[in-house]
């Protein structure tokens, strides 16, 4: 069985599956072959090598090989995983920064806000070339994408593409600790189902699984009794939005308020990619791209003034499943285990109701013929329906965007967003994105 990892040369994502896969009982059995690809050498030529240390050291029968050729590395494969950025955190820096220089309260700049648009339409291209070459040379294949922004690329590769798309992230399961935390209930004594859209799920009920106890009752007042300050960066913004909606929402506050306006107020100490406007731009020639730092909390301030940024060592990597759902869907598809698959990002068909049918939605699925099916889900209280919904037509306008090369429609996506509140400002910061992006974006006229 083929299973082929594109953006293989990415030390964590790349990792992280190749343990998994090699970890795999249900797998090993099958026959597994290996595929690593990347246009990127050295690291590849890296992966390939710890790939192979994990093989010897599990004494596994798998192969792998390593190529640069995206035809060759699709070809007959049965599984495609992808994980890709084009100069991500370069880039990122501006989708995180630039809005806020127009006046713009984004709290994030990675799947929402303007910032997720730029991301999406640089990641359109070589994700639907990825495609394209499913298509041509593996066209019963499952491809499982972790490229973000997920909801936006899935939508593009599933509306304009045959290839069957999966989104993967572990967003889910950040909401569902923090949800045992406050219940000090372990998370496999936990039902929880969600849905939503990628970075922004709301869980339906809160259960427990041997009784079928409704347990939200019990969360609304744990959480009113609880510290204001524990775990803020994570959970300020989930607690007001579990409180004026009823629901809780997952993952994170920072990922969460990429779809919100007032998110600002709840998420403190913007210092992702923070810079000195007095120093220059940080794009120009010959700067250094600032360090990206996922939010204040887990910066390493305890680091002396002139030490490097530490980075850790593949071969310092715990030889453990992660939580992720490449292989859990793998074993199902492939193997006939049937596994949880609590979120995956597939077009809703009904599964939410109200949503249109082609929209990529986040839920629960099962595996049903080799594909995956979604799970029919609640409605949404009205006021978050509205929240998902809009993001439902901000997505359809990008990809139109994206396939009429128009810069007129990406201003209405634009416009659309939550946390857009002046046309003029709008404009300016389009243009200048359009600008500082040419090399990665399509040319929109």
């Known amino acids: 069985m083929k299973v082929t990892l594109i953006g293989a040369g990415s030390r964590e994502f790349a990792g992280k599956i190749v343990r998994d896969l090699l970890l795999s009982e249900p797998i090993a059995e099958k026959g597994l072959e290996i ?3 990347d246009i990127a050498v050295e690291p590849l030529a890296q992966m390939e090598m710890y790939t192979r240390q994990l093989i010897e050291r599990l004494d596994h029968a798998a192969t792998v090989s390593a190529t640069t050729d995206l035809n060759d590395a ?20 501006q989708d995180f920064t630039i809005p806020r220089k127009y006046g713009f309260k984004q709290v994030y700049g990675e799947n929402g806000g303007p910032g997720g648009l730029f991301h999406a339409l640089r990641q359109f291209g070589p994700l639907l070339e990825i495609a394209s070459a499913i298509e041509a040379h593996a066209p019963e294949a499952l491809f499982l994408n972790f490229s973000n922004p997920e909801h ?13 798309v999966v989104g993967l992230c572990h967003g889910y399961f ?7 935390a406050l219940l000090d209930i372990p998370s496999d004594q936990l039902e929880l189902p ?33 510290n204001w300050v524990s775990d803020w960066h994570e959970i ?13 929402p997952s993952p994170s506050a920072n990922h969460i308020g990429e779809y919100i306006s007032w998110a600002d107020d709840y998420v403190p100490a913007q210092l992702q990619y923070f810079n ?26 305890d680091r002396p003034f002139h030490a490097p940024r530490p980075s850790g060592a593949l071969e310092d990597q715990p030889l453990e499943a992660s939580e992720e759902l490449a292989i859990p869907i793998i074993e199902w598809v492939a193997c006939g285990v049937e596994r949880p698959l609590p979120a995956v990002n597939i077009p809703n068909r009904g599964a939410i109701p109200g949503l249109p049918d082609d929209m990529v939605v986040e839920v629960p699925a099962r595996a049903e013929n080799g594909t995956l099916v979604p799970l029919s889900m609640e409605a949404l209280p009205e006021g978050i329906f509205a929240m998902v919904r809009l993001q439902g037509s901000i997505h359809k306008l990008l990809v139109e965007a994206y396939v009429e090369r128009s810069k007129a429609k990406l201003l209405q996506a634009i416009l659309l967003d939550p946390i857009v509140d002046n046309h003029n400002r709008a404009v300016a910061m389009l243009d200048e994105f359009l600008e500082l992006q040419k090399d990665a974006l399509p040319p929109l006229t």
Not at 284 to 291: D, N, V, Y
Request: overall charge neutral.
């Open 74 to 93: 699709v070809a007959g494969a049965a599984f495609v995983v992808t994980a890709i950025e084009v100069d991500r955190y370069h880039y990122w820096s």
């Open 194 to 226: 969600a849905a939503g859209i990628n970075h922004f799920t709301w869980f339906q009920a809160v259960r427990d699984k041997s009784t079928g106890e409704d347990l939200y009752p019990r969360l609304r007042e744990l959480e009113h009794e609880a």
């Open 236 to 248: 300020g913004l989930s607690r007001i939005l579990f409180r004026r909606f009823g629901l809780w």
């Open 276 to 301: 000195d406007p007095g120093d220059g731009s940080p794009w120009r020639q010959g700067a250094s791209t600032p360090e990206w730092h996922y939010h204040i909390g887990l910066a390493d301030t």
């Open 174 to 180: 950040y909401g569902v600790r923090q949800i045992s």
């Open 152 to 164: 936006k690329v899935c939508e593009a590769i599933s509306r304009l593409t045959s290839v069957k």
């Open 35 to 37: 595929v690593l690809m």
